[in-house]
């Protein structure tokens, strides 16, 4: 088990290709945990690869390139863990640089439906089908769910209140 400061550029490339791989294995087994260290783990050493190029390199853009399905993959977890504005936050950086990134901007609108950004959410989701056209199905669907449950947690805080007084 050698250190990731002491392996060569090829070694943590192949370091990378194996988080991922191991991580993606521990996603479909539901270890949401283990996932998320191993893309996390990625991610880092791509970061690590990146330093030493100059930003715009072509080096460096091949190793931004490279997290973009790890912050996806990522992102997915945190989805899944429920813990959204982690998942925001690097789906905003897939965005940054893909702003027409179909599972980013799924995703992303999943995370701000998740955390009751409606109004972000609805954006993601407009933009989604915009630049996918063939998810306009999805997207009507998606914003009447998120319509749906605006309303009913209208009604339901408008009960709660009416307890009240």
Request: proline content about 2%.
């Amino acid at each position: 088990n050698k250190q990731i400061w002491t392996m060569s550029q090829e070694e943590k490339l192949a370091l990378v290709t194996e988080l991922r791989e191991k991580g993606n294995n521990h996603f479909k087994a539901r270890n949401m945990e283990k996932a998320e260290v191993c893309y996390a783990k990625a991610i880092g050493t791509l970061e690590q690869l990146g330093i030493r190029e100059q930003p715009g390199s072509s080096e460096w853009e091949h190793y931004e390139d490279m997290k973009l399905p790890l912050l996806l993959n990522y992102s997915q977890v945190m989805i899944v863990k429920k813990e959204c504005t982690s998942a925001i936050t690097h789906l905003n950086t897939v965005l940054k640089r893909e702003p027409t990134n179909v599972k980013g901007l799924y995703r992303r609108a999943t995370a701000h439906s998740g955390c009751w950004n409606v109004e972000q959410a609805e954006r993601d989701w407009i933009a989604l089908g915009e630049a996918d056209p063939s998810q306009a199905n999805l997207v009507s669907k998606r914003l009447a769910e998120l319509s749906a449950a605006v309303k009913q947690k209208d009604a339901e805080e408008r009960e709660k209140l009416r307890g009240m007084f």
